[in-house]
């Protein structure tokens, strides 16, 4: 099948698409190094952030609302839905925050950023074919590896050269399996895997194996992939001292291999449920809430970098049920057999399960619109909208198949 070339996919999501890809470059504008104390401040970085999401909200609202009100069905239809209902919840606990304006302003912030997503997704399934927006998702992601290293060699110098995988960390893996088994440009499938595998990243490498578990929902050929996979790790654990493997490679640098050993996760994270269960139903109001329960105890947090903890934290039981609706409803749908089983499947259900991963040990849903937020919100409401397309197709090729052989007009 012939892919569309890098222009069509680039104009494919219109205004909405222009403003997410504006948003990397405006990151690496304003992004600067700056120290712990000053990461409340609002500084001329903090107020080009905002006012960009002002204008993010003004248009989105502009076109869901009044100008194409049919384009807001995607927003309201599930699984978007349940987001939608977590920011709604993220709003209401400015009741109980400890900074009233910090918590209004990061939920208005996901809100705007869900908007354009929802957006985004409603106009490439209405314009490109199911390929084609694959091939966009993976010329975003790429667009934001660029950007990503162009930061980091403004922040930390032309070094940054010397071992840039780094920027590959939270974003580029939630597109590993789209680009592994979808992509068809190799330049961009073998630069995202490359940067993956070199990202010296253990939540990467764990995304990578736990996704493979994807291959059983695909057809025969990709079970036995799974298969294979399982057999040479069942004959690694048997000649191989797996421990001293791992301290050498995945895990290099590191003393021993346990919860201990977590780059200071598990310390955040024994704070925060002790907190969460100080305060569970409500929590403590989204982001600022969370903010002050780290603080507290540890004074270089700034996120849980687990989006239950987060959700827990910031908005109690409540917004983290519907949470994990989300997730639920995403898995559901990336193992519909609406999808192929060939390619298609393992490929939704491999994104899925990195998606989770990532979303277990990182920043992001569940907290304020960083790191992994973006991307991952991007890729959930790419499998969502593209089961969406699915649907529609085959109801459409039912229709056609009775029309043609019981001659309806």
Same mark, same amino acid.
């Given at each position: 099948?012939?892919?569309?070339?890098?222009?069509?996919? /680039?104009?494919?999501?219109?205004?909405?698409?222009?403003?997410?890809?504006?948003?990397?470059?405006?990151? /690496?504008?304003?992004?600067?190094?700056?120290?712990?104390?000053?990461?409340?401040?609002?500084?001329?970085?903090?107020?080009?952030?905002?006012?960009?999401?002002?204008?993010?909200?003004?248009?989105?609202?502009?076109?869901?609302?009044?100008?194409?009100?049919?384009? #807001?069905?995607?927003?309201?239809?599930?699984?978007?839905?349940?987001?939608?209902?977590?920011?709604?919840?993220?709003?209401?606990?400015?009741?109980?925050?400890?900074?009233?304006?910090?918590?209004?302003?990061?939920?208005?912030?996901?809100?705007?950023?869900?908007?354009?997503?929802?957006?985004?997704?409603?106009?490439?399934?209405?314009?490109?074919?199911?390929?084609?927006?694959?091939?966009?998702?993976?010329?975003?992601?790429?667009?934001?590896?660029?950007?990503?290293?162009?930061?980091?060699?403004?922040?930390?110098?032309?070094?940054?050269?010397?071992?840039? /995988?780094?920027?590959?960390?939270?974003?580029?893996?939630?597109?590993?399996?789209?680009?592994?088994? !979808? #992509?068809?440009?190799?330049?961009?499938?073998?630069?995202?895997?490359?940067?993956?595998?070199?990202?010296?990243?253990?939540?990467?490498?764990?995304?990578?194996?736990?996704?493979?578990?994807?291959?059983?929902?695909?057809?025969?050929?990709?079970?036995?992939?799974?298969?294979?996979?399982?057999?040479?790790?069942?004959?690694?654990?048997?000649?191989?001292?797996?421990?001293?493997?791992?301290?050498?490679?995945?895990?290099?640098?590191?003393?021993?291999? #346990? !919860?201990?050993?977590?780059?200071?996760?598990?310390?955040?994270?024994?704070?925060?449920?002790?907190?969460?269960?100080?305060?569970?139903? !409500?929590?403590?109001?989204?982001?600022?809430?969370?903010?002050?329960?780290?603080?507290?105890?540890?004074?270089?947090?700034?996120?849980?970098?687990?989006?239950?903890?987060?959700?827990?934290?910031?908005?109690?039981?409540?917004?983290?049920?519907?949470?994990?609706?989300?997730?639920?409803?995403?898995?559901?749908? #990336?193992?519909?057999?609406?999808?192929?089983?060939?390619?298609?499947?393992?490929?939704?259900?491999?994104?899925?399960? !990195?998606?989770?991963?990532?979303?277990?040990?990182?920043?992001?849903?569940?907290?304020?619109?960083?790191?992994?937020?973006?991307?991952?919100?991007?890729?959930?409401?790419?499998?969502?909208?593209?089961?969406?397309?699915?649907?529609?197709?085959?109801?459409?090729?039912?229709?056609?198949?009775?029309?043609?052989?019981?001659?309806?007009?």
């Amino acid at each position: 099948m012939k892919i569309a070339p890098l222009k069509k996919l /680039f104009k494919a999501a219109g205004l909405p698409g222009y403003l997410l890809f504006f948003q990397n470059i405006l990151m /690496f504008l304003v992004t600067r190094s700056r120290d712990f104390e000053e990461n409340t401040a609002l500084d001329f970085s903090a107020w080009t952030q905002m006012a960009y999401v002002g204008i993010v909200f003004v248009i989105c609202f502009d076109i869901l609302f009044r100008q194409s009100p049919r384009k #807001s069905r995607f927003l309201f239809s599930s699984p978007q839905l349940f987001l939608l209902a977590y920011v709604l919840v993220c709003f209401t606990s400015m009741l109980w925050s400890p900074n009233v304006m910090l918590t209004g302003f990061r939920a208005f912030e996901s809100l705007a950023y869900l908007m354009l997503i929802s957006l985004i997704v409603q106009n490439l399934i209405a314009r490109l074919d199911f390929g084609d927006i694959v091939e966009w998702a993976i010329l975003w992601i790429v667009w934001h590896l660029i950007w990503s290293t162009a930061t980091g060699i403004k922040i930390i110098g032309i070094q940054y050269l010397f071992w840039p /995988f780094g920027a590959s960390r939270l974003a580029v893996p939630l597109f590993f399996f789209l680009a592994l088994l !979808m #992509s068809k440009r190799k330049i961009f499938k073998y630069l995202i895997i490359a940067f993956c595998i070199l990202s010296v990243s253990n939540k990467v490498y764990f995304g990578i194996v736990l996704g493979m578990l994807g291959f059983y929902f695909g057809n025969s050929k990709y079970r036995a992939l799974m298969f294979g996979g399982i057999v040479s790790v069942f004959f690694v654990l048997i000649l191989v001292d797996v421990e001293e493997l791992l301290l050498s490679t995945v895990f290099y640098g590191r003393e021993a291999i #346990s !919860m201990a050993n977590t780059s200071g996760r598990d310390q955040i994270w024994a704070i925060a449920l002790e907190g969460f269960l100080q305060k569970p139903l !409500m929590g403590y109001g989204f982001v600022a809430g969370e903010n002050a329960v780290l603080y507290q105890s540890f004074s270089g947090a700034i996120n849980t970098h687990n989006f239950l903890l987060s959700a827990v934290l910031g908005t109690g039981i409540l917004g983290a049920v519907f949470l994990l609706l989300y997730f639920r409803r995403i898995f559901l749908l #990336s193992s519909s057999k609406l999808f192929p089983a060939s390619q298609w499947r393992p490929a939704m259900v491999g994104s899925f399960l !990195m998606g989770l991963v990532i979303s277990m040990t990182a920043p992001g849903i569940g907290g304020r619109v960083y790191g992994s937020w973006i991307p991952l919100v991007l890729l959930f409401s790419l499998i969502s909208g593209l089961h969406l397309k699915y649907r529609e197709h085959r109801t459409t090729i039912k229709q056609n198949y009775i029309e043609d052989n019981l001659g309806y007009a």
